[in-house]
């Protein structure tokens, strides 16, 4: 099915599940691993889910995000639509107003903004990380203590040896082993707090103006949960290098404990194992050829 057929497709379920909605207009947002993104009428975003775990967590989303919207220091989606047909096992859609902006992606934001930008996002990752816990499990957020997350990278880890290590050299499987196990057999990487977290901000989910180059907002909340406060640091960092990272951590008003740094470096490195296991669960050939790449560029350069 190709683009224009499957965007059809979307605009008739849209209408089926919001029949007073008026599409006048509509716009392609693009399609992520989870999720393809609409906007309707210049002014409406809907994503539509794209797997039966994906609805799930968007429900969860969707329960979360009104307890956020008030405390943060940017704007973040408040859903006005939402739906879940029974007619559909595993179909959801959600929408909510625009959040104007563009992405933060390195090559569209100007040197001289980037302080500025780390430190709204700093202030905006304080705030997120001061939110109780147990409130954000009350309203849907999941995760666990240091110890389940330690098993939880377990679990994927010995998913990396049966399924991926075979995609790589003898050298590089040895590098690999290294590079998870430095992480996983170090007590001191699991003695964080865990807080409320993105768990998925990269430059693709900052949004900012490139008039003034403020941040504008911050989307795409399905990966939210409980989890290392690391976490939220980590992506930034491998996007928009050290400096830009340790300027948002300078705005940061929360303590840093001693492996901290050591964590966002391995929660980056993680990355591409992730895109090689969506790539192999999801059947898809690109995605799979990409995680394997990056992570034979991360074995040299270790």
């Not at 909340?221 to 990272?245: K, N």
Request: with cysteine.
């Amino acid at each position: 099915m190709g683009e224009t057929d499957a965007r059809a497709g979307s605009i008739e379920l849209l209408r089926a599940c919001f029949p007073a909605l008026r599409v006048e207009r509509h716009v392609s947002l693009g399609e992520g691993w989870d999720s393809v993104a609409l906007l309707i009428n210049d002014q409406d975003v809907f994503r539509f889910a794209k797997r039966p775990d994906v609805a799930v967590r968007q429900a969860r989303e969707a329960e979360l995000l009104p307890l956020l919207a008030d405390r943060l220091p940017l704007p973040i989606p408040r859903y006005s639509h939402t739906c879940a047909d029974p007619a559909w096992p595993g179909m959801r859609i959600v929408g909510y107003r625009l959040i104007p902006g563009e992405q933060l992606i390195p090559d569209r934001a100007r040197a001289e903004h980037r302080a500025t930008q780390a430190a709204q996002l700093g202030e905006f990752v304080s705030a997120l990380h001061a939110v109780p816990v147990e409130q954000a499990r009350r309203h849907g957020a999941l995760g666990g203590d240091a110890p389940s997350r330690r098993e939880a990278y377990r679990g994927f880890f010995a998913k990396v040896r049966s399924n991926m290590l075979p995609l790589f050299t003898a050298r590089e499987q040895a590098a690999i082993v290294a590079f998870w196990s430095r992480y996983l057999d170090d007590d001191t990487c699991f003695a964080f707090t865990p807080t409320l977290v993105h768990r998925d901000l990269n430059t693709e989910h900052v949004l900012f103006d490139p008039a003034t180059g403020t941040l504008t907002g911050v989307i795409d909340w399905g990966d939210a949960g409980i989890d290392d406060p690391a976490v939220d640091f980590a992506g930034i960092r491998r996007q928009l290098g050290d400096d830009f990272a340790h300027q948002m951590l300078a705005a940061y008003r929360h303590p840093l404990d001693a492996t901290f740094l050591q964590r966002m470096d391995f929660y980056a490195g993680m990355e591409p194992f992730h895109e090689i296991h969506f790539g192999q669960v999801d059947g898809d050939a690109a995605h799979l050829a990409h995680g394997i790449e990056w992570a034979r560029r991360q074995c040299a350069e270790a």
